[in-house]
């Protein structure tokens, strides 16, 4: 017992002026228990009980071999994200929209007449490949399967394919028909079904946002929304001029 707890305890053997002899006795007994309770649970207690990041933390080893000695992050439990489909989803879907982007870009490239329209063009294919290589290596780091388009953008002639109805995506028509324009009439064609494609882009990451929870996946989603609202401003400019 420490000493604090015996100085406790002799000051609750000691009777108060004043006060009567069977008080003193019940005050006695019930100080007693109170101190010796507290000095137990001193020494019961350890001096500390949390664990600290910094302390380390012995793991067994596997039958024949040494323990191991973590300390940091390494010493904390961590338990594993929960992949949601609505995540994997837009990744898939938005690698094969981005696919058909690409093809409406490379269908009518060379028979654009308008500088500023083939300047954009040129653009949206350049950035929208890096970003279809990025939703690919998301993708195989979470076990997920690649759409065929993210290796080859023309797979299925850049349609929807087996994925769905996606908001934005032109019809096999409409790409023949852009295959077939010339001049002016290319460029105003290529800039509507550009516009309505970027404005089922956006559609895709506002379903994300509500239904999704990966930051990388938000992220990206949210870099889509800002570059393509910009271009579709862009474009619907260009119309106006060129009509």
């Known amino acids: 017992m420490s000493n604090q707890c015996h100085e406790a305890l002799r000051r609750a053997r000691t009777p108060r002026p004043g006060r009567s002899r ?13 101190v010796l309770s507290g000095c137990s649970a001193d020494a019961q207690t350890p001096a500390t009980t949390a664990t600290s990041p910094t302390a380390p933390v012995l793991q067994p080893g596997a039958p024949g071999e040494p323990n191991a000695s973590l300390t940091g992050s390494a010493a904390l439990p961590t338990t594993p994200g929960k992949v949601l489909e609505a995540d994997v989803r837009f990744m898939q ?3 094969v929209h981005h696919a058909q982007a690409i093809v409406m870009v490379s269908l009518v490239q060379d028979r654009l007449s308008d500088g500023q329209v083939k300047s954009l063009a ?25 759409p065929p388009q993210a290796a ?8 929807a394919h087996d994925h769905g109805a996606m908001p934005g995506m032109a019809t096999q028509a409409q790409l023949t028909e852009l295959s077939e324009a010339t001049g002016r009439e290319a460029d105003t064609l290529w800039l509507r079904l550009m516009t309505a494609h970027h404005e089922g882009a956006l559609a ?4 994300q946002h509500r239904d999704g929870t990966d930051e990388v996946v938000t992220q990206l989603g949210d870099e889509i929304h800002v570059t393509q609202s910009v271009q579709i401003g862009y474009m619907k400019e260009m119309l106006d001029r060129l009509t």
């Open 122 to 146: 040129a653009r949206i294919s350049d950035e929208q490949r890096p970003e279809i290589d990025a939703m690919a290596k998301w993708l195989e780091g979470k076990n997920q399967s690649v």
């Open 152 to 159: 080859n953008p023309e797979y299925g002639a850049g349609a």
């Open 93 to 95: 879907d938005m690698i």
């Open 22 to 34: 069977s008080a003193a006795a019940a005050g006695l007994v019930l100080g007693a228990a109170l």
């Open 204 to 207: 895709m990451v506002v379903q």
